[in-house]
């Protein structure tokens, strides 16, 4: 079944315009357009970033949603099923300096079609509160029984000592949406800081500036400080992408991670996201770069089989003797960007066997 969405249509303004406004026309009517979902997805990841940087743009850096935002009641209506992508954008819309103010009828009337009770994550359930609190659809007092479930899950470490992206984004997204984008204080359990800087080792590992980012912005909307060594590769990491009119690269290129490392630079206190953009589809390539060790370190400790040790003094050298130069550098930037790191290594190990009855 197709996605069938009715967008703004192209524009082009035959002219560069300045870091946001050209972005915000760039994501709006260049990049994608027509009947595309995607659209939704990166419209309001940008305008969601640029909203919780505390930025702010004139009518005219906003025209180019002009069109969308006259129709959002109807595009809700027939779109339920998008509504979190839909309220997303117009909240951020109005926020950023739309002018207007549906975002809280269309919060209100989410909150009375029971739209959150559809999903079946509460990860989803936790956006969707978020969402809803920013112009006064649900209690602020919120479901004490999903702020726990997220609390439980967080707090569990060892999850986040073992490569997993999916659960990794997911504990950064929890720290978003219950810290209101850095507007309070989370509450976060102490052991929750300690899987962030799990995740982060194991994103440094890999050389995952897009994770790392996210982490490295997690951390500080909990009140931690995140390891210089990971916000210093990432400020790099955002001075680094090339944007440019690339024929169809916008299709696949590092939109998400020039936003989100833009995203971590700006948290930490440094610029982002004003360079000149040219006008037209503008694509947003990451300089290529070798990847981290992660994979060598994991096969060398699998193939040690029950010779393992969950003991990192024990494990380094080995460890070391498997890799190259950069991967030396590298894991030895890893020991010494987070207290944790001897912790993280028991976890990754994976020296405990099972005992199976035959």
């Not at 760039?26 to 990166?42: N, T």
Request: net charge negative; proline share 4%; glycine share 8%.
């Amino acid at each position: 079944m197709s996605n069938v969405i009715q967008l703004n249509a192209r524009r082009t303004s035959g002219r560069a315009l300045p870091g946001p406004a050209a972005m915000v026309a760039s994501f709006a009517g260049q990049r994608r357009f027509g009947d595309d979902v995607f659209w939704l997805k990166e419209n309001a990841e940008l305008l969601n970033i640029l909203e919780c940087t505390g930025e702010s743009l004139d009518t005219e850096a906003l025209a180019p949603h002009l069109g969308f935002y006259e129709q959002i009641e109807q595009r809700l209506e027939f779109f339920p099923q998008y509504y979190r992508f839909l309220l997303s954008l117009c909240l951020d819309l109005e926020d950023l300096g739309m002018e207007g103010a549906k975002g809280e009828a269309l919060a209100h009337w989410i909150a009375r079609q029971g739209l959150p009770e559809a999903e079946l994550s509460d990860l989803q359930r936790a956006e969707a509160r978020r969402l809803l609190r920013r112009r006064g659809a649900v209690p602020m007092s919120g479901d004490d029984d999903l702020t726990e479930r997220l609390h439980r899950f967080v707090s569990r470490s060892e999850t986040f000592a073992l490569p997993n992206k999916k659960a990794a984004y997911e504990l950064t997204h929890i720290v978003f949406y219950l810290s209101e984008y850095g507007r309070k204080n989370p509450e976060l359990p102490e052991q929750a800081l300690i899987s962030l800087e799990y995740s982060g080792i194991l994103a440094y590992l890999e050389q995952n500036a897009d994770l790392l980012a996210e982490i490295c912005v997690a951390l500080r909307y909990a009140g931690a400080t995140p390891s210089p060594i990971w916000e210093n590769w990432i400020l790099r990491m955002a001075r680094s992408f090339s944007a440019g009119n690339f024929q169809g690269a916008h299709l696949q290129d590092d939109y998400h991670e020039y936003l989100v490392c833009g995203w971590a630079a700006r948290a930490a206190g440094a610029q982002a996201f004003h360079d000149p953009v040219g006008a037209g589809a503008v694509s947003f390539l990451a300089h290529p770069a070798p990847g981290g060790p992660l994979r060598e370190i994991s096969e060398c400790i699998f193939l040690m089989g029950n010779r393992r040790s969950n003991d990192w003094g024990v494990m380094s050298a080995h460890v070391r003797s498997a890799l190259g130069q950069s991967g030396h550098d590298i894991l030895s930037a890893a020991e010494a960007s987070s207290p944790h790191f001897e912790s993280f290594f028991a976890g990754f190990a994976r020296a405990v066997c099972m005992q199976v009855a035959v």
